[in-house]
Each structure stands twice: as C-alpha cells, then as structure tokens.
C-alpha cells in the first residue's frame, strides 16, 4: 500500500492482468513481471485537505515548535476509539475512477453532538483505507490470491495511528520498511542494478531493503472495522448514488461563484 497523495494499492504478478477496463498493470522491473495498481485519487490528500480546512491551530503551533502539523494531528486523536464514535468518511473527494461514477461526491455520515475535530481527522484515516481495502477486494479477486500481509510506505505511513488502522481493517501484519519513500529507492535499485553494484534484483533488495517494524492487528478493533465495513462503508455509496445525480442536476442551477 503506498499512502501517497493518491492511495494505491500494488501487487506483484507474473501475468499481465488487467483489473479493470482501462487499468491495466504496469511492466515490472524485474522480467516476466507485471505491477497492478488501484489508486484513491483522494488518498492521504485529504490530511492535506484537513490541515488547510481545519488545522490552523497545529499548523501554528507546529511552526513553533519546529515538527510537522501531523505529528500534532496524531496527538489529537490519541483519545479517539476505533470507529470514531459512529463517524463515517468515504473519501471520493473527486469522482473516483475505480469506485465511481461522474456524478460521485465524497461522504461523512454519523455527525453528532460528542463529535470534533479529532473524530473527523480519524475518520478521513480509517476511510482512506477502507477504500484501500475495496482495492484489495478488487486485486485478490482478480489475481486469484490473498493477501498475507502488507508492505505500507509513502508519507502518510509516518502515522503511527494509520498503520495499527491498516493492519485492523485487513487483519493482516503490516511491515513497515526501513525507508518511507520507497519508489525512490526501487529507482535507486534499478541503478545500482544498471550500473553493476549487484548482480540481480535478488541481491539487491537483500543489500538495499530492510523491515523496521511489523505491526499486528488489535482483535477487538478488527472485529468492530469488520463491521464497520461490511455493514456501512460497502453500502454508502449504493445508497447515497441516487442523490448524487439529483445533486448535480440541482447544482447546474446554482449561481456561479
């Protein structure tokens, strides 16, 4: 999983397999290999979204004190359970090319008096990787095997909150490698590779690779995510679709801004 402005998530194959119409998978550096990939166009964009929005407090006081505004937003949410009491986020911010239809909006439902700042931070957390796992769906069905665990990398992986998250939702270990950036890195392996530090891919990721940390799922908070997303999350946009036409019907008679 790449927690990247947009979300994927990538497998490995040694068949070209197209996941669906128009997505097809990438040549993988290694031959004889293909790279498959679902995107949430609005993956961990939406931190961004809700530091512009809502975090003026943490971008001021991260200044002062010289760390970033999302070590601040993870403080926040210490105190938030699992779930978010009862909030729910599906993050098609824009319309979504895999989950979609032009006509597709983004969604937060459950609002109630005990909920704040925090609660929607952790929800735009936990529906960036239930969409995640809606790719995964996609991606196991589709290649005909399961995952049995997880590699999480890109910025967003920095959240402590969001890995333990990942690792819940799927109910899988998640490994966390040693270098954040990893598409930098697989380029940098081509080079070295290239060049002739090392003599195949092998060799390489054994010399350039390494795990710092594996990550378990929490039980209870995995019983209560399986819920969650069986029982809301998968229904939410089935059911809100039909309005999402009729907004945008409405909204062409909106005055222009």
Avoid at 81 to 105: A, F, H, I, T
Wanted: charged content about 20%; proline content about 7%.
């Amino acid at each position: 999983l790449s927690f990247g402005t947009c979300a994927t998530v990538n497998a490995v194959s040694t068949k070209s397999v197209d996941l669906l119409p128009y997505l097809p998978p990438y040549p993988g550096a290694v031959p004889g290999t293909y790279c498959t990939e679902i995107p949430i166009d609005r993956g961990f964009w939406l931190v961004s979204w809700f530091k512009e929005q809502f975090g003026h407090q943490e971008v001021q006081l991260a200044a002062e004190r010289g760390v970033s505004p999302e070590s601040l937003f993870e403080e926040m949410i210490q105190d938030i359970p699992p779930g978010s009491n009862g909030l729910m986020l599906q993050p098609y911010w824009s319309p979504d090319r895999v989950y979609c239809d032009e006509y597709g909006k983004g969604a937060v439902i459950g609002f109630s008096d005990r909920h704040t700042r925090a609660h929607l931070y952790r929800a735009v957390l936990e529906g960036i990787i239930f969409a995640l796992k809606d790719g995964a769906k996609i991606t196991t069905d589709k290649l005909g095997r399961p995952f049995t665990k997880l590699r999480v990398s890109g910025g967003g992986s920095q959240s402590r909150t969001a890995l333990q998250i990942t690792a819940d939702v799927f109910n899988l270990p998640v490994e966390v490698p040693s270098v954040n950036e990893t598409g930098m890195l697989g380029a940098a392996m081509n080079a070295a590779i290239g060049l002739g530090y090392y003599s195949n891919y092998e060799v390489a990721v054994a010399g350039m690779t390494s795990i710092r940390e594996v990550i378990h799922p929490i039980p209870r908070n995995r019983d209560l995510y399986e819920q969650l997303y069986n029982r809301i999350y998968r229904k939410m946009y089935s059911q809100l679709k039909p309005l999402y036409k009729d907004l945008a019907d409405i909204a062409e008679k909106f005055p222009k801004a």
